[in-house]
């Protein structure tokens, strides 16, 4: 069975860092893109950054370019994702999530059960 | 970037109803829309992928359709376990989009 576990999460002030971590299972995990997708207290779910199977190829949404990198370790099945310059609006639960496609379709089949990361002075 | 919009935001519905959510996309995504449930507390779900295909797993009383900015995700007949948060998701390009959710509450 695919699983996720999420780890690294917990409390930076602002201006800090924290980095996250994600140990995949149960599938060739150098073969799928990854993404990162955080979810704020009370609000909908926002993608954060996605990273291709190799790991040369990484996008970032406005609001962390610049701040978070996104990278993995195939010889580990494990995901990175390096917070840095902490704001109070990254407050958030953060999901690893495996991303699958084809030709005609692209969704996120697999979540880990995320961490939180709380930013506070 | 692609905005995604859901109606309504919430519901109230009984055991057995069938109730139907909507979301419209800011722009023609073909069929790249994703369904996602979210209980309190957990990770979404992925329940229908492309529109319509019910992912492995999804009971069948879930059901997705539409295409280019207008779909419908349909449970014909509501059961207690699917009390939740619903979301809709393009895929049609980045960055990847939510709607704000819709919550099915019990009435």
């Known amino acids: 069975e695919a699983q996720l576990v999420e780890s690294g999460g917990g409390l930076a002030r602002p201006g800090g860092s924290l980095r996250l971590s994600c140990a995949a299972s149960?599938?060739?995990?150098?073969?799928?893109?990854m993404s990162w997708v955080r979810q704020a207290p009370g609000k909908g779910p926002e993608w954060v950054s996605a990273?291709?199977?190799?790991?040369?190829?990484?996008s970032y949404a406005d609001s962390v370019k610049g701040r978070f990198t996104m990278s993995r370790d195939n010889s580990k099945n494990t995901l990175f994702l390096q917070l840095n310059s902490l704001r109070a609006d990254d407050t958030a639960v953060y999901y690893c999530?495996?991303?699958?496609?084809?030709?005609?379709?692209?969704?996120?089949?697999?979540w880990g059960q995320g961490a939180v990361v709380t930013v506070s002075s | 970037d692609i905005q995604m919009t859901q109606s309504p935001s919430s519901l109230s519905a009984s055991v057995g109803d069938r109730v139907t959510i909507t979301c419209r996309a800011s722009?023609?995504?073909?069929?790249?829309l994703n369904w996602y449930q979210q209980k309190s507390g957990r990770a979404p779900k992925l329940l229908i992928y492309?529109?319509?295909n019910l992912q492995s797993g999804v009971p069948s009383r879930f059901s997705g359709s539409g295409s280019g900015t207008d779909f419908t995700l349909t449970i014909s007949s509501l059961q207690g376990e699917d009390f939740a948060t619903y979301y809709c998701?393009?895929?049609?390009?980045?960055?990847?989009?939510f709607g704000q959710g819709t919550k099915v509450e019990i009435k």
């Open positions: 999530v495996k991303r699958s496609h084809s030709g005609t379709w692209d969704a996120f089949d697999i």
């Open positions: 149960g599938f060739t995990f150098s073969d799928f893109a």
């Open positions: 990273i291709s199977g190799s790991g040369g190829s990484t």
């Open positions: 722009q023609s995504i073909g069929n790249y």
């Open positions: 492309a529109a319509s």
């Open positions: 998701q393009q895929s049609d390009g980045l960055p990847r989009t």
